[in-house]
């Protein structure tokens, strides 16, 4: 079995009287699709939160390859490697397609978010761009601005400027939010064959369970901010305590 590429160990924390996520302790290995799972309330986007560095643990660790970054801040995470999509998408709105995907190439070479370089380089980061705009099927929107299109495409955005960024760990917090059913596809196309590249690890909270079934590897329930189940979805699906914790809430649901 491979070396973590991420662990957790004890993580915890507390918003005055309220632990909103208790002593949660997992290994996360590359070339593994994990979905995090749980009713509304458990904990899942604040576990997320902790790891990508929005909020700092009351208690307990987050290891990127046996490094300790529990106190580093979101930026420092993302040049250790930590790449985080959230429910809501997050880019320039002014700008067009490929100038998002170019300003992203420019910080990963380490140029920095900047708009002015020399000519040379910016063909040079242009053309790398443009690979990831044909790798997310957006090149017929390269120069559309990102606040002029469809939601789907949005997220297709989003996962253009993650890969762009080059990390060796994805985090996509119910990536499918808000879409409809003839874009979501395309996203989940988009995370599938990331998965596929054994290099990476590929975090997931989720509460479609079509999604989960198709991509999931290995499940992971949260339960009022605790560790109820974690293994592979047959198992973790067919447990009976999971079902009366979570599936009943999510038939209800849905």
């Known amino acids: 079995m491979s070396q973590p590429s991420l662990s957790t160990s004890g993580l915890t924390i507390r918003f005055g009287g309220h632990t909103?996520?208790?002593?949660?302790?997992?290994?996360?290995?590359?070339?593994?699709?994990?979905?995090?799972?749980?009713?509304?309330?458990?904990?899942?986007?604040?576990?997320?939160?902790?790891?990508s560095g929005q909020l700092l643990p009351t208690a307990g660790t987050v290891l990127k390859?046996?490094?300790?970054?529990?106190?580093?801040?979101?930026?420092?995470?993302?040049?250790?490697?930590?790449?985080?999509?959230?429910?809501?998408?997050?880019?320039?709105?002014?700008?067009?397609?490929?100038?998002?995907?170019?300003?992203a190439v420019q910080a990963q070479s380490g140029d920095g978010w900047r708009f002015f370089t020399r000519v040379g380089r910016l063909t040079e980061l242009t053309a790398r761009a443009e690979r990831y705009l044909e790798a997310t099927?957006?090149?017929?929107?390269?120069?559309?601005?990102?606040?002029?299109?469809?939601?789907?495409?949005?997220?297709?955005?989003?996962v253009a400027l993650l890969m762009a960024m080059e990390p060796d760990i994805y985090m996509f917090d119910e990536p499918t939010a808000g879409m409809s059913l003839d874009h979501a596809p395309d996203v989940l196309e988009l995370i599938a064959g990331i998965k596929a590249d054994r290099s990476?690890?590929?975090?997931?909270?989720?509460?479609?369970?079509?999604?989960?079934?198709?991509?999931?590897?290995?499940?992971?329930?949260?339960?009022?901010?605790?560790?109820?189940?974690?293994?592979?979805p047959a198992e973790v699906m067919a447990s009976q305590i999971v079902r009366d914790v979570y599936l009943g809430h999510a038939g209800a649901a849905a």
């Not at 909103?20 to 590359?30: L, Q």
């Not at 420092?76 to 999509?85: L, Q, S, W, Y």
């Not at 509460?207 to 974690?230: Q, T």
């Open 20 to 51: 909103a996520v208790n002593d949660v302790t997992v290994d996360f290995r590359p070339g593994e699709l994990t979905v995090i799972v749980g009713p509304n309330g458990a904990g899942k986007t604040t576990f997320f939160n902790m790891i």
């Open 65 to 103: 390859d046996g490094i300790d970054i529990t106190r580093m801040a979101p930026s420092a995470r993302a040049k250790h490697g930590i790449g985080r999509a959230f429910q809501l998408t997050n880019l320039f709105p002014r700008l067009s397609v490929l100038e998002n995907i170019r300003l």
């Open 137 to 158: 099927r957006l090149e017929a929107v390269a120069h559309r601005e990102a606040a002029l299109l469809p939601h789907g495409d949005q997220r297709k955005l989003e």
């Open 200 to 232: 990476k690890t590929v975090l997931l909270v989720e509460h479609k369970m079509d999604v989960v079934r198709a991509l999931a590897d290995r499940i992971i329930v949260l339960h009022n901010g605790e560790l109820l189940a974690d293994g592979p």
